[in-house]
């Protein structure tokens, strides 16, 4: 079974805090994700890499930056919290070919006071 | 430009009830692929079923089934003896080449509530 693994289900933090979401996942996948979930809009892709040190702007990126040093890890950083940041915050990972499905993790509910 | 509608933002029934969640997308791709991803209180979304466009045939596994057809551009999700168990919100998604072959674009997702 695919493992993706984030490191915190529940984070508190200040505004303008430089805040770092970590996600791992442990099959060998090309290609990861960052997305955001708020009640009414879905989830929205903010982030995502097809390669180590490759990333791409989604649809939703500003305010927030991605480093993917190893290819097991893909980290999401909020450079200066701000209060619109508060949300579940969802990593995913899969393996390359248009069929294959994004596997996620458990989810960080982050809030931002 | 690609879309999906899940146009049941919530749905309540009694457990052993037969429930179908809808989904209809919209896309101008020939080839395209189509998900259902499982959300527990918990918060993981969970992977349960995927389709590409050239292959119609519809799909039963356990209580769950799901029928796509191309014609209505749905791909629905139903539930045979619904379960507490199967409280959850549940998304469709949609993954095109034309959009970029690595974006998902996901419904508003339904959340279901089965009562005992």
């Known amino acids: 079974d695919v493992k993706v693994t984030q490191s915190s289900r529940y984070l508190v933090k200040r505004t303008g805090e430089k805040v770092f979401l970590e996600c791992v996942q442990d099959?060998?996948?090309?290609?990861m994700f960052w997305y955001r979930q708020d009640p009414g809009l879905g989830l929205r892709l903010i982030y995502f890499?097809?390669?180590?040190?490759?990333?791409e702007k989604g649809d939703i990126p500003e305010g927030y930056s991605v480093s993917r040093e190893k290819k097991e890890r893909f980290s999401l950083i909020l450079e200066s919290a701000s209060t619109n940041q508060t949300s579940m915050y969802l990593c995913?990972?899969?393996?390359?070919?248009?069929?294959?499905?994004?596997?996620f993790g458990d989810g960080t509910r982050l809030s931002i006071l | 430009a690609q879309k999906v509608t899940q146009a049941q933002t919530e749905i309540s029934v009694v457990e052993k009830e037969d429930v179908t969640l809808d989904c209809v997308y919209e896309?101008?791709?020939?080839?395209?692929?189509l998900f259902w991803y499982k959300q527990p209180p918990s918060g993981e979304l969970v992977f349960l079923i995927r389709?590409?466009?050239?292959?119609?045939q519809n799909e039963i596994s356990g209580r769950y089934s799901w029928n796509f057809q191309k014609s209505t551009s749905s791909f629905n999700f139903t539930i045979t003896a619904s379960q507490v168990v199967d409280s959850a919100v549940y998304f469709c998604a949609l993954r095109t080449i034309i959009q970029g072959a690595q974006k998902l674009v996901f419904g508003q997702g339904t959340r279901l509530t089965i009562n005992p």
């Open positions: 896309t101008r791709d020939t080839t395209y692929y």
């Open positions: 389709r590409n466009s050239f292959d119609e």
């Open positions: 099959m060998d996948h090309e290609n």
């Open positions: 995913a990972s899969r393996q390359t070919g248009l069929f294959q499905p994004q596997h």
């Open positions: 890499s097809y390669d180590v040190k490759m990333k």
